[in-house]
């Protein structure tokens, strides 16, 4: 009992980042209908960020309090912006009306790109950088195991449920939010209605990337550790995440990224163990069980678990 | 300036033409050519820098001696990132540069298919760091090792938990690699055979950063002792989730845990890792002078650099003793004649092409700094 619950606090933490990531590929997908592939790179660049603003800071003798860790959340958050803004101007928006797989091969592309440049600016080994946020707490001791949860992985459950909150909110009752979901729905009619919608997929983009750069932020401060390569293997589960949730379902992303977090953790948990049919199963293969419970839910609900059938627009 | 690039332009056709015509005289003009080969990108660049710093040192110091055969040497490199195809594709690369030797790979993984191009395309190869049994094992006539084998570094590793952790529960963690899963299998043999059987035995996926799911798994069995076989990054993420979780575990690895970068991973929670690697080549004698030299250029010989440079010696001290670069004659020279004569002190090969006295000890991780284990 006491061993589940504390691989359960271990899914929930891992994934609640996957959640933050996969709001920036729903988002995207919602608004323009295109994957965005370079958004797991964009994450990368938010750790990058963050991982810069951290060693500056105690260059300058700056103690490393949850003022410097907000602080450097904000950096990185605005910077990470900026690329993800210049992202959609260079390589999205003059392929916009252009047949459908240029802006995915674009995409590709972009991701590339920025891989590259951190590895050519930053090097291509992994920095580590000490760790900030320490502690953990004991939650409950029983037959000899005790649960035990670390400040890190409370940090990671307030900041992406606030965050996702205030971005929740921003969506669904600011002016912009009501831009972005008329554009959603029909980008020519929101244009014709007087709706400047480049602006709104700019905006699109821009609280993506910051989305990315406060799991970066997170991740980095969880595993501390930062590298160029980092962003394709948490891209591709969050992705996953954001079609199991259904895409364009902020919610379902949030939910797709707890499901896939859960399913790798407690088939590491359990495959394996010496019960049941468990015995037979193998703890490496848990990122083939998060894969074949996406293909299962692709297959029998199409447009993920909270997401809306589609309906051709006629 | 248009007579010149013509001249250039004719002689890099010329080249190829006489080299294939079997012309002996066009090979002694050119430069002969050797290659370093490792990561020189990702998780593992660590490596591939300290096995080209070690090259391109040793290289520097035999031209200046005067070259081999009269000629001089050029020293070529190769990326492969540890990835097993990328391997491939260099090793074709540099057999296509008419590479007489190549030092490298790091990554057994890496070293084994390469060394089928090698033995193909009729290049010697030396490897500083490959510990898989398998790299010699198979028997072809162009590899050869500098370092030790999982084997010999496994029954070490063995024989030291078994009769310094006993009766503590034991749990063996491996990443599938060449290298990780052979020092593993070998490290669990003749810890079995020493009388102890391991609580868990399991793989762990390499590349991933959270590894808290398998680390709560070791927690509930009670593991005190936890042997690692694979790389740094991930041994020092272990680690560090073990003692963040609260768990009072002694970590074991390989050689591969040999570099500062375990440290700035795990933290203080690396505080008496340990790991096997043979003692401390920069300390030896003969090592002093080439040490200096590497110190006043301001690079550590830490790790492998050290390695590869005496493998780089034994290429050349035995081209020189055959009289000859030709890649079977020098292969066959470095396994009957010797011993050589390296910064690590004098090497002989068997007739697989492994070194005859390895020597592994154990150090421990200690404050940031490693040191070996009574000494």
Redesign the interface.
């Known amino acids: 009992m006491a061993y589940a619950l504390q691989q359960l606090i271990n899914g929930v933490a891992l994934g609640m980042i996957y959640g933050l990531i996969a709001v920036g590929y729903t988002m995207v997908y919602g608004i323009i209908g295109m994957i965005n592939f370079a958004h797991g790179d964009i994450f990368m660049v938010g750790a990058f960020v963050s991982l810069i603003s951290f060693v500056l800071l105690s260059a300058g003798g700056w103690a490393a309090g949850p003022g410097a860790v907000l602080l450097v959340l904000l950096v990185s958050m605005a910077i990470t912006a900026l690329y993800g803004w210049s992202v959609e101007r260079i390589a999205y928006r003059p392929l916009r009306g252009s047949f459908r797989l240029a802006p995915l091969i674009s995409a590709i592309g972009m991701s590339i790109v920025l891989q590259n440049f951190v590895q050519v600016s930053q090097g291509a080994r992994a920095k580590p950088i000490e760790p900030i946020i320490q502690g953990s707490v004991e939650l409950w001791h029983g037959n000899g195991f005790s649960v035990s949860l670390s400040t890190m992985q409370i940090v990671i459950v307030v900041v992406t449920l606030a965050v996702l909150a205030i971005f929740t909110w921003l969506v669904t009752s600011t002016k912009l939010g009501r831009a972005m979901r008329a554009c959603e729905q029909d980008r020519k009619m929101a244009g014709l209605l007087g709706i400047d919608t480049d602006r709104t997929i700019s905006i699109t983009f821009v609280i993506g990337a910051a989305l990315a750069a406060v799991a970066g932020t997170l991740y980095l401060l969880r595993y501390g550790l930062a590298d160029f390569f980092m962003g394709f293997i948490v891209g591709v589960k969050a992705f996953t995440a954001a079609v199991l949730g259904g895409v364009g379902s902020l919610p379902g992303a949030l939910l797709g990224g707890l499901l896939i977090g859960l399913i790798e953790t407690l088939w590491s948990a359990y495959a394996g163990q010496d019960m049941f049919l468990l015995r037979e199963l193998n703890p490496a293969y848990k990122d083939v069980a998060a894969f074949a419970i996406l293909i299962a839910t692709l297959i029998f609900l199409p447009s993920g678990l909270l997401g809306r059938a589609e309906v051709e627009k006629v | 300036m248009t007579i010149q690039r013509r001249t250039l332009l004719g002689a890099s056709i010329a080249t190829p033409a006489l080299l294939s015509a079997g012309g002996a005289m066009a090979q002694a003009r050119g430069p002969i050519r050797i290659a370093v080969a490792g990561p ?4 593992n ?2 490596f591939g820098a300290q096995m080209k710093e070690g090259a391109t040192q040793a290289v520097t110091d035999i031209n200046a001696a005067g070259g081999i055969l009269g000629q001089q040497l050029v020293l070529e490199t190769g990326d492969d990132a540890c990835d097993p195809r990328q391997a491939v594709s260099v090793a074709n690369q540099l057999a296509g540069r008419q590479v007489r030797a190549v030092i490298g790979h790091y990554c057994s993984g890496s070293s084994i298919p390469a060394s089928k191009v090698y033995a193909e395309e009729g290049v010697v190869q030396i490897s500083p760091a490959s510990t898989n049994p398998r790299y010699t094992d198979e028997g072809s006539w162009n590899t050869f090792r500098t370092c030790g084998r999982d084997d010999q570094q496994g029954a070490v590793a063995g024989k030291y938990i078994a009769a310094n952790f006993q009766g503590k529960r034991v749990a063996i963690l491996h990443d ?1 690699s060449a290298y990780g899963k052979g020092l593993a299998d070998e490290t669990k043999k003749a810890l079995n055979a020493a009388g102890t059987t391991e609580t868990i035995y ?4 390499p ?4 590894y ?3 680390v ?2 070791l ?2 069995a ?1 593991i005190e002792v936890i042997y690692v076989g694979g790389y740094h ?1 991930e041994a020092g ?1 272990i680690v ?1 989730q073990a003692k ?3 768990m009072a575990v002694t970590l074991i690895g390989g050689d591969a845990l040999m570099t500062n ?1 375990f440290w ?2 795990s ?2 929670a690396g505080e008496g890792t340990m790991m096997t690697f043979p003692s401390d080549p920069r300390k030896r004698p003969t090592a002093a002078e080439v040490v200096a030299r590497f110190r006043a250029r301001n690079v550590d010989p830490e790790g492998f650099v050290l390695y590869t440079y005496a493998s780089t010696q034994v290429w050349a001290e035995a081209a020189k003793k055959a009289g000859t670069v030709d890649p079977r004659r020098v292969a066959e020279t470095i396994k009957s004649s010797g011993p050589w004569q390296t910064v690590l002190g004098p090497m002989s090969f068997d007739r697989k092409g492994d070194v005859t006295i390895p020597d592994y000890v154990f150090y421990v991780w200690k404050n940031g700094s490693y040191a070996e284990v009574g000494a």
């Open positions: 020189l990108t990702g998780a660049a660590t599938n399991s793989a762990y996926t590349g991933e950063r959270d808290n799911a398998l709560s798994r927690k509930a009670n990054t993420l560090r963040e979780q609260g970068e700035q991973i933290g203080a």
